[in-house]
């Protein structure tokens, strides 16, 4: 399994992971165009660091909604994975609860886009 | 008889004779034209206003059933958004100055986010996914302002500067309310095509 480090795509002296754009910026620098289709990788984890107070819903899009597109839920669902490296209860239930919200309009938009089920 | 008397005539009068056949017939043929020209136009018109008579129910469905009842919750929902988030900048400036452990501080951040996270599903449930299931196009757009939304109330708090983050949130709410409604008003632009 190839894990991947998003400390670096929060903003500067940031403790959340916001916006589309940078998102987007994010699945750009990390090559995930690459990854979706690279069969010697089946597995990737992505790692939200510790005092992480936030993973809004536009920077997951903006990361993995074209990982979506491609690959659809399921092989989404087997290749792409969240560890949040916070002991605090709290706050890993409130990011897992983001982490939700941002799959949840994924598959929205891609049941508006593709009229699948 | 006739036949000495067409015998009998000049090509003038045979013109006349042949004009008196033909004009009837003209006018004949442009009555029919006209009938027919103007029998399409008339289905063509009954047409059109079927198609803005169907739109116009439209319209008033979606009006009625769709966003009549959300205005209020919107603007609650607004108005809120506002109170919460100028009372929770002042409480993180206060826990700042009293110098509260950054794990401890973050984690007040982090419930603080995911307050906000709480409302905006409600309104995701309540408002947008209604319309989301008959004008996705429209719910994406509605969606899009609720994230926008979020990045603003989230990097707001993550912001150690309490008042020029009250003043910026308060100067881009209205815009993103503005944006949101302009996206739910879509489906009642009228058409000028029809």
């Given at each position: 399994m190839?894990?991947?480090?998003?400390?670096?795509?929060r903003?500067?002296?940031?403790t959340?992971?916001?916006?589309?754009?940078?998102?987007?910026?994010?699945?750009?620098?990390?090559?995930?165009d690459?990854?979706?289709v690279?069969?010697?990788?089946?597995?990737v984890e992505?790692?939200?660091?510790?005092?992480?107070t936030?993973?809004?819903?536009?920077?997951?899009?903006?990361l993995?909604?074209?990982?979506?597109?491609?690959?659809?839920?399921?092989?989404?669902k087997?290749?792409?994975?969240?560890?949040?490296?916070?002991?605090?209860?709290?706050?890993?239930?409130?990011i897992n609860?983001?982490?939700?919200?941002?799959?949840?309009?994924?598959?929205?938009?891609l049941?508006?886009?593709?009229?699948?089920? | 008889m006739?036949?000495?008397?067409?015998?009998?005539?000049?090509?003038?009068?045979?013109?006349?004779?042949?004009?008196?056949?033909?004009?009837?017939?003209?006018?004949?043929?442009?009555?029919?034209?006209?009938?027919?020209?103007?029998?399409q136009?008339?289905?063509?018109?009954?047409?059109l206003?079927?198609?803005?008579?169907?739109?116009?129910?439209e319209?008033?469905?979606?009006?009625?059933?769709?966003?009549?009842?959300?205005?209020?919750?919107?603007?609650?929902?607004?108005?809120?958004?506002?109170?919460?988030?100028e009372?929770?900048?002042?409480?993180?400036?206060?826990?700042?100055?009293k110098?509260?452990?950054v794990?401890?501080?973050?984690?007040?951040?982090?419930?603080?986010c995911?307050?906000?996270?709480?409302?905006k599903?409600?309104?995701?449930?309540?408002?947008?996914?209604?319309?989301?299931?008959l004008?996705?196009?429209?719910?994406?757009?509605?969606?899009?302002?609720?994230?926008?939304?979020e990045?603003?109330?989230?990097?707001?708090?993550?912001?150690?500067?309490?008042?020029?983050?009250?003043?910026?949130f308060?100067?881009?709410?209205?815009?993103?309310?503005?944006?949101?409604?302009?996206?739910?008003?879509?489906?009642?632009?009228?058409?000028k095509?029809?």
């Amino acid at each position: 399994m190839k894990s991947i480090d998003l400390t670096k795509f929060r903003g500067p002296s940031s403790t959340q992971f916001t916006g589309r754009p940078q998102g987007q910026q994010a699945r750009s620098e990390l090559n995930i165009d690459t990854l979706d289709v690279d069969e010697t990788t089946p597995q990737v984890e992505f790692l939200i660091p510790e005092s992480t107070t936030s993973f809004n819903p536009s920077f997951y899009l903006g990361l993995l909604f074209d990982s979506y597109l491609k690959l659809g839920l399921d092989k989404f669902k087997e290749k792409y994975s969240f560890k949040i490296q916070t002991s605090d209860l709290t706050i890993k239930r409130i990011i897992n609860k983001n982490l939700e919200d941002g799959e949840r309009n994924a598959i929205n938009s891609l049941l508006n886009k593709t009229g699948l089920n | 008889m006739s036949y000495f008397y067409i015998q009998g005539s000049t090509s003038k009068d045979l013109l006349d004779i042949l004009l008196g056949i033909v004009s009837p017939m003209v006018l004949i043929i442009l009555f029919g034209f006209e009938r027919y020209y103007s029998s399409q136009q008339k289905r063509k018109d009954i047409k059109l206003l079927d198609i803005k008579n169907q739109k116009d129910v439209e319209r008033t469905w979606y009006l009625e059933v769709l966003v009549r009842p959300i205005i209020g919750i919107l603007s609650s929902f607004y108005r809120n958004t506002s109170d919460a988030f100028e009372e929770q900048v002042v409480e993180l400036e206060l826990l700042r100055k009293k110098g509260t452990p950054v794990n401890n501080y973050n984690a007040e951040i982090a419930i603080m986010c995911g307050k906000f996270a709480g409302e905006k599903r409600k309104i995701e449930l309540e408002v947008i996914a209604p319309i989301n299931a008959l004008y996705p196009i429209v719910g994406e757009e509605l969606t899009e302002c609720l994230h926008e939304l979020e990045d603003l109330y989230t990097t707001g708090l993550d912001s150690k500067n309490s008042q020029l983050a009250i003043d910026q949130f308060k100067n881009s709410l209205p815009t993103n309310k503005t944006i949101l409604l302009r996206h739910l008003y879509t489906p009642l632009k009228v058409d000028k095509a029809t």
